[in-house]
């Protein structure tokens, strides 16, 4: 069974800081993995899509890379701001069904 | 664009009732998931649905059934409630493999 892992379960860094989420995975059969952002009480809003086949994707301040066959993926965010203070979740895609971490909740302080 | 449409937001349920959550998508997805976030647990998947006419148990479907109304419709169904069902669930969509999934707002159910 896939099993995902997300460390740090929880990070605070000072605004402006540059900052990197570390996901992990035990199975490299993926299609692609995602990252995720989740605000309170809301639901998953999708960040970036990286195919199996890709090594990175960008969208403004954040960048995600992919090493398929280590298992891992990073989640780079550069100068960080309080408007992105949630929690970030990443997930597989195995064909049939994701498999999430737990997530990193991050608090970005003013 | 509507995405993915839960109902209800919140439910109240004593143990034994029985209640069923909607879900509705507009982005002529072929699969659809639904899900249960507990605290310290990540997302689960409870049961999906590769394609109109299927469905699959995931994770956790003790306790739970499904049904494909339609390409649009998944809904989820609590034949009777226990406390272990107090979680927030979401439904989620997805096209083809390799695209991006979406999720609907979540459905808080609480069972006392």
């Known amino acids: 069974k896939q099993e995902v892992t997300q460390i740090p379960a929880a990070l605070s860094v000072p605004e402006g800081e540059n900052l990197v989420l570390n996901c992990s995975f035990t199975?490299?059969?993926?299609?692609?993995l995602q990252w995720f952002r989740q605000d309170p009480g809301k639901g998953l809003t999708s960040l970036l899509l990286?195919?199996?086949?890709?090594r990175e994707q960008t969208s403004g301040r954040l960048n995600a890379s992919l090493d398929k066959s280590s298992g891992r993926s990073t989640l780079y965010i550069a100068a960080s701001q309080p408007g992105d203070s949630a929690t970030y979740l990443c997930a597989v895609d195995t064909g049939n069904q994701f498999y999430f971490g737990t997530g990193t909740s991050l608090t970005v302080i003013p | 664009n509507a995405g993915v449409t839960q109902t209800p937001k919140f439910q109240v349920l004593k143990t034994g009732q029985s209640m069923t959550l909607q879900c509705a998508q507009d982005?002529?997805?072929?699969?659809m998931y639904w899900y249960r976030q507990d605290p310290g647990m990540g997302l689960r998947l409870i049961y999906y649905?590769?394609?109109?006419?299927?469905?699959d148990k995931g994770e956790v479907p003790n306790g739970y059934n499904v049904s494909r109304l339609n390409k649009r419709e998944f809904s989820l169904r609590l034949e009777s409630a226990a406390p272990s069902q107090t979680s927030v669930y979401f439904c989620?969509?997805?096209?083809?493999?390799?695209?991006?999934?979406?999720f609907g707002e979540g459905s808080w159910l609480t069972v006392v």
């Open positions: 649905s590769a394609s109109e006419g299927t469905t």
């Open positions: 982005m002529n997805h072929n699969s």
């Open positions: 989620a969509s997805k096209g083809f493999s390799g695209n991006t999934i979406y």
């Open positions: 199975d490299s059969a993926i299609y692609n």
């Open positions: 990286i195919q199996s086949s890709q």
